[in-house]
């Protein structure tokens, strides 16, 4: 599959195409995923532009901008998808308006549905000390999962060469939890891969990558790395957690309605 062809399939299928069954997804994940295992990222994100069309979207954290390139390649105008948690460094907010600025994607920033002050009102003030499984749930694992409404798939840059515990995880997988299928075309790729990636593209880093961060989070919960350290383990320093909760699938979905606008999600909960 080319990268035009893949680009047409895309244009081709509306936003207002209606989604697939759980049955359905699940079926092409068991076929699909065993034949892709082994296939180059731009081929595995070609495939899933075919298969889903406006259905599929890339989310990024903005640690850099590589998956929104790979993806930008194969389907301009793609939906790039940011969580605003309202903790992110400065850097990652303007690596975010760097990347809408310089490639041909379409910015969906997501923000919870409440700022810091109202959660700080709520639950009292540095929830994510406190108790940071929650202020994640609440920032992050509960706005995407409402963000990806609208879609069939989402693609995510999780790589098993960073944690053990994402070692296991598949090209392409289903995500019992948000009921989509998970793309992860980056999944076999080392750290020398990316890097070569980087340099030849010119893709762009957030520059805390340089300055001690190789794993960039929220702000609070962020710590500089020492050389030979884990490059996860400036996340939640000193704390048993290791990840957000957002590649979890353990969890339920949460009901929602879904609306969408220009350049920006907002999601509501249904009571």
Not at 100 to 113: E, G, K, M, Q, R
Request: hydrophobic share 40%.
């Amino acid at each position: 599959m080319t990268a035009a062809t893949a680009t047409r399939a895309f244009r081709a299928r509306g936003a207002e195409t209606a989604g697939r069954s759980d049955h359905e997804l699940r079926d092409l994940v068991r076929h699909a995923g065993a034949e892709l295992e082994l296939a180059p990222a731009e081929v595995i994100i070609e495939w899933a532009v075919a298969t889903f069309g406006q259905r599929f979207c890339v989310t990024s954290s903005m640690g850099d901008a590589l998956l929104a390139h790979l993806a930008s390649r194969a389907a301009p105008g793609i939906d790039l998808v940011f969580l605003d948690t309202g903790y992110h460094f400065a850097e990652t907010i303007g690596t975010r308006d760097a990347v809408a600025a310089t490639l041909p994607v379409n910015l969906l920033t997501i923000s919870p549905l409440q700022t810091v002050a109202e959660q700080d009102a709520e639950h009292g003030p540095n929830l994510y000390a406190r108790d940071p499984d929650l202020c994640c749930a609440l920032r992050k694992v509960r706005p995407l999962e409402q963000s990806l409404a609208g879609y069939d798939a989402w693609a995510t840059g999780l790589r098993r060469a960073e944690t053990r515990n994402r070692v296991i995880a598949p090209v392409i997988g289903w995500d019992a939890a948000k009921r989509k299928v998970k793309v992860s075309p980056l999944a076999r790729w080392s750290d020398e891969q990316v890097d070569r990636y980087i340099a030849d593209h010119g893709v762009l880093v957030n520059p805390l990558q340089y300055d001690g961060y190789p794993s960039i989070g929220c702000a609070p919960c962020t710590r500089q790395v020492a050389a030979g350290e884990d490059p996860r383990s400036g996340r939640w320093a000193g704390t048993p957690k290791t990840e957000c909760g957002i590649h979890s699938t353990d969890a339920a979905p949460t009901p929602l309605t879904h609306h969408r606008d220009v350049g920006r999600l907002e999601r509501s909960l249904i009571p």
